[in-house]
Every structure is written in structure tokens, then in C-alpha cells.
């Protein structure tokens, strides 16, 4: 759904906005947060690799609310192939 999260810098924290729909695996750049080169005095960029967390020990409305979610997402909005709930199965069993 999107949001800001506070991630770790060199100099500090930054504040990253995270775009609805943003994948697991997508990397994103701040600009002017990375190390500065050797040849130069401007500090480079740093990349930050996105990982989405699923939950675990869902309580049974959580679980009810999931599979209903499932049954609306039916019209595969989703840009991967496989289904949500085939994922968190496929995380759950590994």
C-alpha cells in the first residue's frame, strides 16, 4: 500500500518513500546517500533493495480476512501468475 520508511544512511537516518505496488526484489535509489568515489568529494548514491515481509501466526480473522482478499483478487490484478494465497502457501511450506 505504500509509505515512508526510515532506513539507516551513513550520515544518519533518511526517510524513503516507498510507492504503492512496489514488488519484493525492486531496488530504489537515494540519491547523493552512498559513498563518496575516490576520485571525487560528492558522496554517490545509495541502492536499497526492497524485501516484503509476510506475516506469520495470523489470528483466525487475519486468515478469514486473507482468503476473502483472495476471493476478490480473483480478476488477477496481481503482475505475477500465481495467486496470493498460492504464495503464502508456497512461503509457509518451505
Known amino acids: 500500500m505504500g509509505g515512508d520508511v526510515e532506513?539507516?544512511?551513513l550520515d544518519g537516518h533518511a526517510r524513503l518513500k516507498v510507492a504503492a505496488e512496489t514488488q519484493s526484489g525492486q531496488v530504489l535509489r537515494l540519491k547523493g546517500k552512498g559513498i563518496k568515489?575516490?576520485?571525487s568529494h560528492a558522496?554517490?548514491?545509495l541502492y536499497c533493495h526492497v524485501v516484503v515481509e509476510t506475516p506469520v501466526n495470523l489470528?483466525?480473522?487475519q486468515k478469514e480476512l486473507l482468503r476473502e482478499f483472495e476471493?476478490?483478487?480473483q480478476q488477477n490484478n496481481n503482475p505475477k501468475a500465481q495467486s496470493f494465497m498460492d504464495k503464502v502457501k508456497e512461503f509457509f511450506s518451505q
Request: charged fraction near 20%; avoid cysteine.
Open 37 to 39: 568515489g575516490v576520485r
Open 71 to 73: 476471493s476478490l483478487n
Open 43 to 45: 558522496a554517490g548514491d
Open 59 to 61: 489470528s483466525a480473522k
Open 7 to 9: 532506513i539507516p544512511t
